[in-house]
């Protein structure tokens, strides 16, 4: 029996499982995403370099990526730490943070913000997606990532001891590249090793859930330890998802609180409102999937920060769980997507 068998890895140590509480299982606390960076559309260079200001804030919601500053979240953790106090306060116990290689993950600030807030943080092995591999990563086989994924659990990551709780996010594009295709295999072989959680980032597209999860089992990956994230801007249709939730990852809604007109990143997606996340919660839990839905907000620009008027780490449970629960879902429903399921999700086997 592993020591971690049983347990939760924060970037503290050990836990057990019950200490989680209301976990948020897909958000960032510091990263940078210059990778994603998006040009603006033509006479809007001045706001995309001007600084960020109050008269400037819907432009920068509905334009995100096309302004550089606000794509360095981690020129902010002072407001973070100011931010988890209040997630804290507010009845959050647990941030999954999922920063992986690419996006310039920073375990010492996340160790640190763990001590001076509270709030239990995981952080996240692996690699994001092929625009942030390296030439090095490229070259690699499946055996050297799986045996770095592994490492970085079992002893720490990035030169330090800090040890990653999870695998991911996990990055693929769409079409799936073969170098994300080898990452997804060595994830599965290294999450068949560890007992582990898995989290995927799926690509722009609606089959590319469906096709990153077959590349896992293939490779031999435990699905049912393993979430899909960004469900909410990939698949849309009642029967598709019926039929994606079928192959028994996580379903999670991780979006809210982003809602723009149009989606830079694929412009055919018509972005929910967070009114309309929380019916397809409602309608998957009436499908009979309460035990594998999963929600967070993925706060990875500075423009979702309260400092710069977003709705920050705890909009979930001040604003979204009312809303929840005026749509008929019951507060032992809540429970189970806050507490339960990142619980059974997040302890190693």
């Known amino acids: 029996m592993s020591e971690r068998s049983g347990k939760v890895q924060t970037v503290l140590g050990l836990i057990e499982p019950d200490q989680l509480g209301r976990t948020m299982t897909h958000e960032h606390l510091t990263m940078a995403f210059e990778c994603c ?138 079409p799936i590249t073969e170098s994300e295709k080898k990452v997804l295999r060595a994830t599965a072989h290294a999450q068949t090793h560890l007992g582990c959680p898995v989290i995927i980032h799926p690509g722009r597209n609606k089959a590319a859930p469906a096709e990153a999860i077959r590349i896992l089992q293939e490779a031999g990956g435990d699905i049912s330890k393993t979430v899909m994230s960004h469900l909410d801007r990939s698949i849309f249709d009642h029967g598709e998802l019926l039929e994606f939730a079928k192959m028994g990852s996580y379903l999670e809604y991780d979006l809210f609180g982003t809602e723009m007109l149009n989606y830079t990143f694929n412009l055919d997606v018509d972005m929910p409102s967070d009114s309309q996340r929380v019916q397809i919660l409602a309608f998957l839990i009436k499908e009979g999937y309460e035990d594998r839905l999963l929600i967070a907000h993925d706060i990875h620009t500075k423009n979702r920060l309260t400092k710069y008027g977003g709705h920050g780490y705890s909009h979930i449970l001040k604003n979204i769980v009312p809303k929840m629960l005026s749509r008929g879902i019951t507060q032992n429903q809540v429970d189970k997507i806050l507490i339960d399921n990142p619980k059974h999700w997040l302890t190693f086997k």
Do not use: F
């Open 37 to 174: 960076h998006v040009p603006p559309a033509p006479g809007d260079e001045d706001l995309a370099t001007a600084p960020i200001k109050m008269k400037n804030i819907h432009w920068l919601q509905q334009n995100p990526y096309s302004h550089k500053e606000n794509l360095l979240l981690n020129q902010e953790t002072e407001a973070v730490k100011e931010e988890l106090l209040c997630y804290r306060k507010a009845g959050g116990g647990t941030i999954v943070e999922n920063t992986t290689t690419g996006i310039h993950r920073n375990l010492p600030v996340l160790r640190q913000l763990a001590k001076d807030t509270g709030v239990h943080v995981l952080a996240g092995a692996g690699y994001y997606v092929d625009a942030t591999h390296s030439d090095e990563t490229k070259k690699m086989t499946v055996e050297k990532l799986t045996d770095i994924i592994v490492s970085e659990v079992l002893h720490g990551a990035d030169g330090t001891d800090i040890r990653c709780g999870v695998i991911g996010e996990i990055g693929t594009s769409w």
